[in-house]
């Protein structure tokens, strides 16, 4: 048997309890009403009331007022009226064991995830992608897991981007049209995450969602906040991040069915954040998750202004609910107000749409599913004060915890493996010495060859001088000759005109004419 929480005294009778039985706390639930009608105490009461029971909670704290968990709560005049308008005595203050969790990892651990792990279908949702470019980035992550390159951080999937769009010619034949308008249209909306904080969520060391699972010494649950202020300015993150969260609790927890309490509760804070601008995929994917994982021992409560703001299929899933006030000021106020009072069974004593728009800060209508799993008829009650404080910790009261986590230096500390950044790098850098050694080469070739050519005008040259000096040498030879020769003839015939050769043609003359 399970054990029933007091959430609330009635309003018409303090003496009875409004409860929540804990063997139906995993039917989930919805927390609602106006701004300032008392939500976040709801909230902090049924926090505290899981973590007693030993049950760990997550839960987003969008303002920074729940860190006051962490923290004892005080008597004041105030505080005391109201136990006297409840009749109660007094209030065991005492804070609950807290664990602090930041996307951003300022105030708190850092929770990081892979983008492997989150996949392309949640990452196409948090880029605003629409079917084209999600089957693109698919294609993507497909490529990287095919050559065996791992998608860790954004740089990672940066440089798998770029990779991509630089051998689209060569990856078409397999991985289909890799459209350069649609790699652009990625690495832009990836841009725009980075610049909103996205980066920071993916990395290593990687969340093991089963550390939100942990109880303390005295076996109450770890309440685990996550530092939301910042995060609600980026919705796509805020949303995804839930959403991935969840599929890995969905993933990993094993099927329990019906236990006497849950293994962890969620409060999802500003609840309309994840279906605001969701595709009918994502929308989807939110709603199987939210039906099935109570069979996980999961419980899942939302937080919102306003009924409306959750889909029917969503709601319609919902067991326990709280409903603080709602203003009717407008016709679309005024449907609220009407929606909200026709999704709780009626109660005969009171009209539920006119009590939703008189309820006081603090007081709520109130249906939780019976001991049978039916919804009981709703109730008008005073929701029960916190144990721990109204006022937020300090931001060195924070650091001190975060200090003595039993996380401690686990998550802080990011981790950068060699993933596909590192490798393309590598690949990148590889191809350039390869280039520049090609480049080298033929550099080398063509001073070779340039130098072979000179070799070859050198001897040709060479050559040709060496045949113009013995053509010359040749052509001296013969002119000596010649002036040798001509020197001799003229030297002889100049002997020939002289006195010997006249007495030559003398003695020549008188042996032919000579007296007889």
Same mark, same amino acid.
């Given at each position: ?109 850092? !929770?990081?995830?892979? !983008? ?18 999600? #089957? ?269 986590? !039993? ?76 002036? !040798? ?15 010997? #050769?006249?007495?030559?043609?003398? #003695? ?9």
């Amino acid at each position: 048997m399970g054990t029933p929480i007091v959430i609330a005294k009635k309003t018409t009778d303090t003496t009875q309890d409004i409860v929540l039985h804990s063997q139906f706390a995993n039917r989930h639930g919805l927390i609602a009403g106006a701004t300032g009608t008392g939500k976040t105490v709801t909230l902090k009461v049924l926090a505290e009331s899981f973590s007693h029971l030993g049950v760990p909670v997550f839960l987003a704290d969008a303002k920074g007022d729940v860190s006051s968990l962490a923290k004892a709560g005080s008597s004041s005049p105030k505080f005391d009226e109201r136990l006297k308008t409840l009749n109660i005595e007094s209030v065991p203050f005492a804070a609950s064991p807290v664990m602090f969790w930041d996307l951003f990892g300022q105030q708190g651990h850092p !929770i990081r995830t892979t !983008i492997s792990e989150i996949g392309p279908l949640l990452l196409a949702q948090m880029l605003n992608l629409n079917d084209t470019q999600e #089957g693109v980035l698919s294609a993507v992550f497909r490529i990287a897991d095919d050559q065996g390159l791992l998608l860790i951080d954004f740089k990672d999937l940066k440089a798998m981007l770029s990779y991509v769009s630089e051998n689209t010619a060569e990856l078409k034949a397999e991985y289909g049209n890799l459209s350069p308008a649609s790699l652009g249209a990625i690495q832009r909306n990836l841009l725009a995450l980075g610049d909103q904080g996205g980066e920071q969520f993916f990395g290593e060391p990687s969340l093991n969602i089963l550390d939100f699972i942990q109880t303390d010494s005295n076996g109450q649950g770890y309440i685990n906040i996550l530092a939301a202020d910042k995060l609600m300015n980026t919705p796509k993150l805020y949303a995804t991040f839930l959403l991935w969260m969840l599929s890995e609790l969905f993933e990993q927890l094993p099927e329990v069915g019906d236990m006497d309490k849950p293994k962890l509760v969620f409060f999802f804070d500003e609840a309309h954040l994840l279906f605001d601008n969701a595709s009918p995929a994502l929308q989807q994917k939110i709603e199987q998750v939210v039906r099935l994982i109570r069979s996980k021992g999961v419980g899942i409560y939302f937080i919102t202004q306003n009924p409306l703001d959750l889909p029917e299929s969503v709601l319609g899933q919902l067991g326990n609910r709280v409903q603080h006030a709602l203003r009717a000021f407008t016709p679309k106020d005024q449907k609220a107000v009407k929606t909200a009072a026709d999704t709780f069974r009626a109660n005969p004593e009171f009209k539920v749409d006119q009590a939703i728009t008189e309820l006081a800060v603090g007081e709520a209508l109130i249906s939780c599913l019976d001991e049978q799993g039916t919804p009981q008829i709703v109730e008008r009650g005073w929701v029960m004060p916190p144990y721990s404080a109204f006022s937020p910790i300090s931001a060195e009261e924070r650091q001190v915890i975060i200090g003595q986590s !039993i996380v401690a230096g686990v998550y802080d500390q990011a981790v950068d493996r060699d993933s596909a950044y590192e490798r393309l790098q590598q690949k990148v850098l590889q191809q350039s010495q390869q280039k520049q050694a090609d480049e080298l080469a033929k550099q080398q070739t063509k001073e070779q060859e340039a130098l072979a050519k000179q070799q070859a005008k050198e001897q040709e040259r060479f050559a040709k001088e060496q045949q113009k000096a013995a053509e010359k040498a040749q052509r001296d030879r013969e002119k000596l000759t010649q002036d !040798i020769v001509g020197t001799f003839a003229k030297s002889a015939a100049r002997s020939l005109g002289g006195s010997t #050769g006249q007495k030559i043609v003398r #003695g020549l003359l008188g042996s032919l004419f000579g007296k007889r």
